[in-house]
C-alpha cells in the first residue's frame, strides 16, 4: 500500500470511528470501597461484607463470594443491593474464624460491562 493511500485509510477510519462511537453515557463500574478495606486485618470478625462502587451498578448477575484460606465459601449466597445506594452490595458471612479471607465481585456497570474483581481480608 502506497503512503498516501495508508494515509487516506487512516483519515477515512478516524473519521469513522468519530462518527459511530457516542460518548459514554454510562459509566464503568469501579470498587472503590469496602467493609473490610483491602488487605485490612480486622480484630472482630465481620458479620457482612460491604462492597462500594464509584456508581451504581445494575441488578442483574452482581455476585459476592468470601472463600477462606482453604478455598471453602463461607458466605451465605445472599448478595444483595441497597435500596437506597445503588453502588452498594453487601453479603452476609457466617461465624468468620481467625483467618486470611479473599473475596471475589462481579457487577454489571450502567456502561453495561462486566466488572470482576477481589481483594483479600484477615481476622485476627
Ligand atoms: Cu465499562
Do not use: C
Amino acid at each position: 500500500m502506497g503512503k498516501h493511500l495508508l494515509i487516506k485509510h487512516l483519515k477515512l477510519l478516524f473519521l469513522a470511528s468519530a462518527v459511530l462511537s457516542p460518548l459514554p453515557a454510562w459509566s464503568h463500574a469501579i470498587l472503590v470501597k469496602s467493609q473490610p478495606a483491602q488487605d485490612e486485618t480486622v480484630a472482630e470478625a465481620p458479620k457482612q461484607i460491604d462492597l462500594w462502587f464509584n456508581d451504581a451498578v445494575r441488578g442483574e448477575y452482581k455476585a459476592v463470594a468470601v472463600i477462606d484460606a482453604a478455598g471453602k465459601r463461607v458466605d451465605n449466597h445472599d448478595v444483595d443491593q441497597s435500596l437506597t445506594d445503588g453502588s452498594h452490595i453487601y453479603a452476609t458471612v457466617g461465624s468468620l474464624p481467625s483467618g486470611k479471607y479473599t473475596v471475589r465481585y462481579r457487577v454489571v456497570s450502567q456502561d453495561t460491562h462486566i466488572v470482576t474483581g477481589k481483594f483479600e481480608f484477615n481476622v485476627k
